[in-house]
């Protein structure tokens, strides 16, 4: 039966353990040590593997899916502009040949106003301030910069980050 990851630290830290408890010194049983050691050491080196393999295919498969949503995205992109262009050209002649209804075999066609919609003709900086939106968001840069040169900044801390790397 094959362990799991948990199950051959837990064999790894028995045997720091028992050559701890023992002082190192485990006279008449070294060969026994040994063999639970290199099966240990076995069995972490195949579920390891085993390990990065899978990390592998579903980093593989996060790809694979990520590239066609993508490209489905762009095909939708595609569509929807595709859609609008006739919808726009239809609107132009309904409008030139006063057409506000038709009806196909289908389909029942109809002008409709819809909601004015807000055309901002000119720089946002030319605006009123009391139309304007200001964003603020935090210069991670300069806050990064003041840290790295000793100052401290409330709420702020830099964080080193650890990760696996499979080559």
Request: proline residues 2%; neutral net charge; glycine residues 6%.
């Amino acid at each position: 039966m094959s362990k799991t990851l948990w199950e051959i630290g837990d064999d790894m830290d028995a045997i720091v353990s028992l050559l701890e408890e023992t002082d190192g010194d485990a006279q008449g049983c070294e060969k026994a040590i040994d063999k639970w050691i290199d099966d240990a050491r076995g069995d972490l080196e195949k579920k390891l593997d085993n390990y990065a393999a899978l990390i592998k295919a579903f980093e593989a498969k996060s790809k694979a899916r990520k590239e066609e949503a993508n490209r489905l995205l762009h095909m939708a992109k595609v569509d929807a502009n595709a859609a609008q262009r006739m919808k726009d050209r239809l609107t132009h002649f309904f409008t030139v040949h006063d057409i506000k209804k038709m009806e196909t075999p289908r389909y029942k066609l109809s002008m409709r106003a819809g909601k004015p919609g807000l055309l901002v003709g000119r720089d946002v900086e030319e605006l009123d301030e009391r139309f304007q939106k200001v964003t603020v968001a935090p210069d991670k840069k300069a806050i990064t910069q003041a840290i790295q040169s000793g100052e401290e900044i409330a709420g702020c801390c830099m964080v080193q980050k650890v990760s696996i790397w499979i080559r």
